[in-house]
C-alpha cells in the first residue's frame, strides 16, 4: 500500500468540510483471514497478512522481491496504477499471484494487462455499463454528460461514452465543469447555466473530487434525475446490500472497523483472499498455476455475496461480478439488469468481452 497516495488524501472545503475520505482496504482482507481459520485447520494450512506501506516513491520492486524469497506468493496492490505497471512487468515470470483490488484503469485490462495480474475490482467500463443497462431499463435513453477536470473524471466519463454507444444511448452533450469563481467561467461552473440549452432525460456527473457534483442535484435547469458520481451510483459493494449472505459480511467488517462501513476496496480486498482460499479448498493444490487454472475456469462458481457465482476472465483476469447502484442509503438495483443476455454469462455483458478486449495474454 501507497502511504502518501493521494486518493487517500482527504478532500475538504476550505471550511473543514470532508468531502470525500479514502481508507486502506487491509481492513477487508483481515476479514478474509479471520475467515480462513477453520480451513486452515482442516488442511494444516496457516494463511498469514503481512501489511506494507511505502511511500509512493518507494521502492516496492526490492520489498516484493524480499518477501517473494520469504516464501509470499499472493500480493494484495493497493497502489497507483503506473506503479502497478512497473511491479507487473518485473514479476511477470515469478510463481506469484497479484491483485488489483483499486484501480478501476480500463488500460489495465486492455493492452496494459498482464498474466499474473488479477482485478477483484470492476473497471470503469463495468461500472458504467451497469449503469447504462439501468438508464436502458427505465427508458431514459438521452444523457447529459458532466466531467471534471481530474483524470479519473476524464477515465470514468469516456467509459461512459463507450457504454453508451454499445447500448443506443444519446448522449446529447459532453460538457465540461469548472471549480472557479471567477466570473469569465461561469458557464462552466454554475449548474443552471451548465445543463441548459438541451433537453436530456438524466446528468451523468463525473466529479471524483465530489465537490462539484454535490451541487447538481435539485438545481439542473430541466428536473431530472443525476447518476455517476452522485445520485445513482455503480460500485463494487455497498452496506445498504441487503441479500446473499451481504448482512453477515458487513457484520465481520464491523468487528474490525467499527467506525466506518464496508466499502468497495474492502470488498476487493476481501474477495481477493477468498478466491485464493476457495481455489486452495477445491483443488487441494497450493500451487500457483493450479490456482490460476481454477481462477480462470469457466466452471468455478466463487461466491461473492452479490448472487451470480463468479470466476475470473480469462482474456484479462478480470472478477466477472454483479454491480450494485446505489443511493446515499440504499441499493436500488443490482446489474446485470434483467432482460440484459449474453450467449455464454450474463456478467460479461459488463466490462470488456472477449472479442473487443485489447489484452494479449494467453492464460
Known amino acids: 500500500m501507497a502511504e502518501d497516495d493521494p486518493r487517500y488524501l482527504t478532500k475538504r472545503r476550505y471550511t473543514g468540510l470532508t468531502l470525500r475520505q479514502q481508507y486502506p482496504s487491509i481492513s477487508g482482507a483481515k476479514v478474509a483471514i479471520r ?6 485447520r482442516s488442511l494444516g494450512i496457516t494463511f498469514k497478512l503481512i501489511e506494507k506501506s511505502l511511500r509512493v516513491d518507494g521502492d516496492y520492486i526490492s520489498i516484493i522481491k524480499s518477501l517473494i524469497n520469504n516464501g509470499v506468493k499472493v500480493f494484495l496492490l493497493d497502489i497507483p496504477a503506473q506503479t502497478l505497471r512497473a511491479i507487473t512487468k518485473e514479476f511477470k515470470k515469478e510463481p506469484v499471484l497479484l491483485f488489483n483490488i483499486r484501480n ?19 473497471s470503469y467500463r463495468m461500472l458504467t455499463d451497469a449503469l447504462a443497462q439501468y438508464l436502458v431499463k ?3 435513453k438521452d444523457v447529459l454528460l458532466l466531467r471534471g477536470p481530474e483524470k479519473n473524471d476524464h477515465a470514468y466519463a469516456d467509459a ?4 453508451a454507444r454499445r447500448l443506443r444511448i444519446d448522449i446529447v452533450d459532453d460538457r465540461n465543469f469548472t471549480l472557479s469563481n471567477d466570473p469569465r467561467e461561469r458557464s462552466k461552473s454554475n449548474v443552471s447555466l451548465l445543463t441548459g440549452g ?6 451523468f456527473v463525473a466529479d471524483s473530487q465530489g ?3 454535490r451541487y447538481v442535484a435539485y438545481q439542473t435547469y430541466l428536473p431530472r434525475p443525476m447518476v455517476g458520481d452522485e445520485g445513482l451510483t455503480p460500485v463494487a459493494w455497498h452496506w445498504t446490500w441487503e441479500r446473499h449472505g451481504a448482512p453477515q459480511l ?3 467488517f464491523a468487528r474490525i472497523e467499527k467506525n466506518r462501513h464496508m466499502r468497495s476496496e474492502d470488498w476487493a480486498a476481501w474477495i481477493g483472499i477468498k478466491s485464493v482460499i476457495s481455489a486452495i479448498r477445491k483443488t487441494q493444490s497450493q500451487d ?3 490456482i490460476r487454472q481454477f481462477l480462470i475456469d469457466d466452471g468455478t462458481t466463487i461466491d461473492t455475496y452479490k448472487g451470480n457465482p463468479s470466476s475470473y476472465r480469462a482474456w484479462n483476469n478480470q472478477l466477472r461480478q454483479p454491480i450494485l447502484l446505489h443511493t446515499h442509503n440504499a441499493v436500488i438495483a443490482r446489474a446485470p439488469i434483467d432482460g440484459f443476455l449474453h450467449q455464454i454469462n450474463n456478467l460479461d455483458t459488463m466490462g470488456y468481452d472477449h472479442g473487443e478486449s485489447k489484452c494479449q495474454i494467453t492464460n
Open 104 to 122: 478501476r484503469d480500463n488500460d489495465l485490462r486492455n493492452k496494459n494487462c498482464s498474466i499474473n495480474l488479477y482485478h477483484s475490482i470492476p
Open 211 to 213: 465537490e462539484f457534483s
Open 288 to 290: 500457483i498455476n493450479v
Open 160 to 163: 461512459f461514452v463507450s457504454s
Open 35 to 40: 475467515e480462513s481459520r477453520i480451513l486452515s
Open 250 to 252: 458487513n457484520q465481520r
Open 198 to 203: 438541451v433537453d436530456y432525460d438524466v446528468v
Open 138 to 140: 427505465r427508458g431514459w
